[in-house]
């Protein structure tokens, strides 16, 4: 199971990675597996304010449907649009291709009470 060092981490199985555009979200290499084949994905419009804990998208597989949740307050600056067209890359590649939104965090304090690589694989165990 891959746990990259530089993502902190959610209890729901998000990962969330800062960057210079922003904090890019998605869902962790444990979760996906989890899910099997992913097979739809839904996400939210752009310019979409949430708070910590808010739903911002839905993943359809062929064993059930996960919902992934914001890790921190902000505005939603864009969406993985390719998924609609290639859900697999949840799948495939669920730290790179497959991510699903990038956060404008309106404090990037909220990101170190994320869990960290070790928390989380502590965790996952």
């Known amino acids: 199971m891959d746990v990259p060092e530089d993502c902190r981490y959610t209890d729901q199985h998000e990962w969330a990675r800062l960057e210079e555009a922003g904090v890019r979200v998605g869902i962790t290499d444990y979760a996906q597996e989890a899910l099997n084949e992913v097979v739809l994905v839904h996400l939210p419009e752009p310019g979409r304010r949430c708070r910590a804990g808010d739903l911002v998208a839905e993943i359809d597989s062929t064993k059930s449907v996960a919902e992934v949740y914001s890790p921190a307050d902000g505005v939603i600056l864009e969406v993985n649009a390719v998924l609609g067209e ?5 799948n495939q590649d669920p730290y790179g291709a497959g991510w699903l939104i990038l956060l404008q965090a309106d404090d990037l304090a909220a990101l170190d009470a994320l869990l960290d ?9």
Do not use: I, N, S
């Open 117 to 125: 690589a070790a928390a989380y694989r502590a965790l996952v165990g």
């Open 86 to 90: 290639r859900p697999e890359l949840v």
